[in-house]
């Protein structure tokens, strides 16, 4: 059975930072891409970045140079490195594995996900 486990989320005062992770289980992921989405309340999942199997990087613009996503295949995990974090990056972020090598933006480029963790940032 395929697992995506989220973990690193928590309450953290504007401009500071966290780390995500998240570990995969029952199959290995290292040729297909990887990626985090996130949710708040009220408004639809949205893409905030993904990485090839080949370590390309793809970021949205709301969080472009202030995010870092990373992989380890030998830990078959997956992190995302936020810094600079900013009340509206409060959302439910989710860890997503890719249906392709090259991933995509949209949710149903990823075939499975994670149950979440929950971000909160105060101002």
């Known amino acids: 059975q395929v697992q995506l486990v989220e973990s690193g989320g928590g309450l953290v005062q504007a401009g500071g930072s966290l780390r995500l992770s998240c570990a995969a289980s029952?199959?290995?992921?290292?040729?297909?891409?990887m990626g985090w989405f996130r949710q708040a309340p009220g408004k639809e999942r949205e893409f905030v970045s993904t990485i090839t199997f080949a370590y390309s990087t793809n970021y949205a613009d709301s969080v472009k140079g202030r995010f870092t996503i990373s992989r380890d295949n030998a830990k078959n995990t997956v992190y995302l490195q936020m810094n600079s974090l900013k009340p509206e990056d409060t959302a439910v972020y989710y860890c997503?594995?890719?249906?392709?090598?090259?991933?995509?933006?949209?949710?149903?480029?990823?075939?499975?996900w994670g149950q979440g963790t929950q971000v909160t940032v105060s101002s």
């Open positions: 997503a594995a890719a249906r392709t090598s090259y991933g995509g933006l949209t949710t149903n480029d990823y075939a499975y």
């Open positions: 029952g199959r290995t992921f290292s040729n297909n891409a």
